[in-house]
Nanobody, 122 residues
Framework: QVQLVESGGGLVQAGGSLRLSCAAS????????MAWFRQAPGKEREFVAA????????YNADSLKGRFTISRDNAKNTVYLQMNSLKPEDTAVYYC???????????????WGQGTQVTVSS
């Protein structure tokens, strides 16, 4: 069982930055791949990035063109998403997820946080 709590969302202007945090807890979370997804109104939930707890191998969505960076702090049991050069199209609810396999597909993750809203104004 894994519990995930996101934080750090808010309202920012285009071109600004935010860092999202995902605090993980539970008996088996350290063996999982952690990921960030986002979902805008009327859109499918979209893969953003993933990272393994074991060796911090990272996987990124090609469409984000390097603006977002995922990282982790094992001592704090926390995964981060650094978002730079934000655009209005980045507006979405951002979700933290955990799964037993490395995947970019939302169906591969069986634990999810509640989401945190990111709104980018122009």
């Amino acid at each position: 069982q894994v519990q995930l709590v996101e934080s750090g969302g808010g309202l920012v202007q285009a071109g600004g930055s935010l860092r999202l945090s995902c605090a993980a807890s539970g008996r088996t979370f350290s063996t999982y791949t952690m990921a960030w997804f986002r979902q805008a109104p009327g859109k499918e939930r979209e893969f953003v990035a993933a990272i393994t707890w074991s060796n911090a191998s990272t996987y990124n969505a090609d469409s984000l063109k390097g603006r977002f960076t995922i990282s982790r702090d094992n001592a704090k049991n926390t995964v981060y998403l650094q978002m730079n050069s934000l655009k209005p199209e980045d507006t979405a609810v951002y979700y933290c997820a955990a799964g037993s396999l490395v995947t970019r597909t939302r169906h591969g993750y069986n634990y999810w946080g509640q989401g945190t809203q990111v709104t980018v104004s122009s």
